[in-house]
């Protein structure tokens, strides 16, 4: 089984900064594509960053500049650098692996739980 344990969420002023941290723990093989997401009330979840085993990264158009994804292969783990954060990056931001385990040879997504980040004065 794999899970994706998630940290550093919370509340900040707008402009402020926040890290996030997500590792992943199992019987882990390899991780390919790790990503975080994000879902506000009432919206679809959406890609807020990815990166790959090599250091590709991907942005979304509304965090480019502001957001930085990095990952320490390993300690299996991604992290989100948020800075001048806005009242709009306000959600539940999740974690997303696509791992091979002992168990499973296929690329399969893993999720974490979510962990909250609001943004207000």
């Known amino acids: 089984q794999v899970q994706l344990e998630e940290s550093g969420g919370g509340l900040v002023q707008p402009g402020g900064s926040l890290r996030l941290s997500c590792a992943v723990f199992?019987?882990?093989?390899?991780?390919?594509?790790m990503g975080w997401y994000r879902q506000a009330p009432g919206k679809q979840r959406e890609l807020v960053a990815a990166?790959?085993?090599?250091?590709?990264?991907n942005y979304a158009d509304s965090v480019k500049g502001r957001f930085t994804i990095s990952r320490d292969n390993a300690k299996n783990t991604v992290y989100l650098q948020m800075n001048s954060l806005k009242p709009e990056d306000t959600a539940i931001y999740y974690c997303?692996?696509?791992?091979?385990?002992?168990?499973?040879?296929?690329?399969?997504?893993?999720w974490g739980q979510g962990t909250q980040v609001t943004v207000s004065s």
């Open positions: 997303n692996g696509r791992v091979i385990t002992t168990t499973n040879l296929y690329l399969t997504d893993y």
């Open positions: 199992g019987r882990i093989i390899s991780i390919d594509v």
């Open positions: 990166i790959t085993g090599g250091g590709i990264v």
